[in-house]
C-alpha cells in the first residue's frame, strides 16, 4: 500500500486533484496488465470416423448428441481436409503441423500390401527431431497426456518419447485386439491395449479411455494442460453390446435410414457420452470464447484420422453381450 501511494504522487497527484474513480483508474493503469490465463486443451481424435457419421452433419442414423452439442455451441470446419486418407499420416501431421511427405510416412505403419506395384519406401515411426505438439505444449508450462491410438512408431517412439508426460493405453498398432476387457488376445500381441488390467469382465474400450482421460482432468485441474485423447472406435474390430446393437438393427431395418451396421453404430454410441463427460468436466477457472469447439472452461476439438469404412462394415459387424 505504501508503495501504491508512492507511484500514485510520484506521478503528481495529491488527494484533491482528483475524484476517486479518476484516482483509482489511474491506480489501475500504473499497475502491471495481469498475465492472462492459459487455456487448457483436449483434442479429442476419432478413428475412422466418416464425416457423414454425425448428426451434425447431416447423418439420420448415427445419433452423436454431445458431438453435435460441441459443434453448435464452437465452430464446424465445413471444408476441412486431413492431410491424409489413411491413419498413421494423418496423425504424424496432427502431432507436428507438417505435411506427411516431409515426415516420410506416407501409409499407415504395417499397410504396404504385395501386388503387381512396387510399394514405395515409408518411415515407420514418427521422427524424434520433429516438433510435437507436446513438446510444444511442455515447453509453454503445460502437462501433457496421450491416452489411447498412436500407430505413429513403437518402443522408443511413443507418445513419452514425443513430448507427453503421461501415455496411457497406447499399444503398438493401429487397433486394439479386443473392445472388451481384457483388450487383448494371442493372435497379435501389438495390438493389446496396456494400462487397463484393473478393468472387469464387459467393460468396453471406449469408456474406459474416457474414465482415464477424466482421471487426467482430476489430477491436473490446477495445472494448464494438453490432453489427445485418441480413441481407437471406430477402427476394427467391429463389437459392440448386443443390447445397444439390437436397437440399431431395427433402425437399418427402417428404409428411410442407411449406414454402417449396427456395431459401428455402436462403436460410436460409446464415443457420445465420453466426449460429453470429457468436456464438461473441464476445471472452471480457465475460461476461453465460445469458438473453435471451446467449451466454457477449455478447447475441445474433435478431429477424425482416416475417412469412413462404412461399405466394408455393413456385412462385418459383430456384438457382444
Known sequence: MI????????RGFTAGDASAEAVDRRIQSALPAAAP????VIVIVIDDLGWTDLGSYGSRLYETPNV????????RLTAFYTASPVCSPTRASLMTGRHPARLRI???IGGEQKGMLLQAEYGRQLPLEALTVGEAFRQAGYVTGYIGKWHLGAEGYLPDAQGFDEKIAVNLAGQPASYFHPYAGDDWPATNVPDLADGRQG???TERLTEKALGF???HRSQPFLLVLS???????IQAREKVADRYRAKLADDRAGGGGAGYETEGRAIRPGTGVATTKLPTPRCVPARAGCTKAGSAYRSSSGGPESSRRAGRSRTRR
Open 37 to 40: 490465463v492459459p487455456p487448457n
Open 203 to 205: 467393460d468396453y474400450l
Open 106 to 108: 506416407t501409409n499407415w
Open 3 to 10: 508503495a501504491l501511494w508512492l507511484l500514485l504522487f510520484g
Open 231 to 237: 480413441h481407437y472406435a471406430v477402427h476394427t474390430p
Open 68 to 75: 453435435d452439442r460441441l459443434a453448435s455451441e464452437g465452430t
Open 217 to 219: 482432468l482430476d489430477r
